[in-house]
């Protein structure tokens, strides 16, 4: 059974940074793809970013310039550098991670982690 453990949330001032990770145990298959997905209070949760099995990444339109996901020397792990933060950034970020391409989502959820954009 997949799971996944995500880290790196916190709080931060507007203009800040913050790097979330996301590592995925109980798998050693390779083929996969890795996703952030984020969901605000009273909202529905919305994709931010995907990183393909080959490594091709796409973005949110709201954090294309500012963020970069990536992955780590380890391929069931990922990154997601998140710059010029903005108080409207502020959600609970879930790492989603699956054995397919696409944008998501995929079968497998994180437990989220919070992160707080003060202005």
């Known amino acids: 059974q997949v799971h996944l453990v995500e880290s790196g949330g916190g709080l931060v001032q507007a203009g800040g940074s913050l790097r979330l990770s996301c590592a995925a145990f109980g798998t050693n298959f390779r083929f996969n793809s890795m996703a952030w997905y984020r969901q605000s209070p009273g909202n529905e949760r919305e994709f931010v970013a995907v990183i393909s099995n080959d490594g091709t990444a796409h973005y949110a339109d709201f954090v294309r310039g500012r963020f970069t996901i990536s992955r780590g020397n380890v391929k069931n792990t990922a990154f997601l550098q998140m710059d010029s933060l903005k108080p409207e950034d502020t959600a609970d970020y879930y790492c989603?991670?699956?054995?397919?391409?696409?944008?998501?989502?995929?079968?497998?959820w994180g437990q989220g982690t919070q992160v707080t954009v003060s202005s």
């Open positions: 989603n991670f699956g054995f397919a391409d696409g944008l998501g989502p995929f079968d497998y």
